[in-house]
């Protein structure tokens, strides 16, 4: 129960945090009228060559280990990935952040760690044979937080979960940068 009622609070607060934002506008930023009576110039229209298509924009989150995914998300059955793995490979902080949950009480995830990112997305981390990092440490994308391993689980993997203001999403866009 301490999982859930923490991720509860951690959603609550992410959703206020988002509404709030969302409601702001500091003044600084707000739109001054054109100076010239209200008539913003149009701009000038080339006549140079179609420009190139716009990179791939980054992705936020990058794979948390180097396996392949042997089961996708459903949000009904599985609320995140499985990557497949050896006994002890790295499992790596998909993004920046704050560890916010290490321990093994939530039934189905063994040994799981949970960190925050901002005030939108968590990511979790399950199955791990050891963790590597405690509550409220920083860790760095790309930084080892744990080794794969298979704690409540039937075979040696990695589940993967991406929490967007507390509900699962499918955490493959995140990680090709299709979704932001």
Do not use: W
């Not at 298509?53 to 459903?74: H, L, M, N, V, Y």
């Amino acid at each position: 129960m301490h999982v859930q009622t923490h991720l509860l609070r951690i959603g609550v607060a992410a959703v206020a945090a988002a509404a709030l934002m969302a409601c702001t506008t500091p003044p600084s930023r707000l739109p001054l009228p054109p100076a010239n009576g209200g008539f913003a110039p149009l701009p000038p229209i080339s006549q140079s060559a179609p420009s190139a298509p716009a990179p791939k924009p980054q992705a936020i989150f990058i794979r948390p280990a180097s396996g392949r995914t042997i089961a996708g998300f459903d949000a009904e059955r599985n609320k995140g990935i499985d990557i497949a793995g050896n006994m002890g490979d790295p499992v790596v902080a998909a993004a920046d952040g704050r560890v916010v949950y290490v321990g093994g009480e939530l039934r189905g995830y063994g040994n799981m760690v949970i960190v925050k990112h901002n005030e939108t997305f968590l990511s979790a981390y399950a199955h791990a044979q050891r963790i590597l990092v405690k509550e409220k440490d920083v860790v760095r994308q790309g930084q080892v937080i744990a080794e794969m391993g298979n704690s409540d689980a039937d075979r040696v993997k990695l589940h993967f979960e991406i929490r967007k203001q507390g509900v699962a999403v499918d955490p493959e866009p995140y990680l090709t940068g299709q979704l932001r």
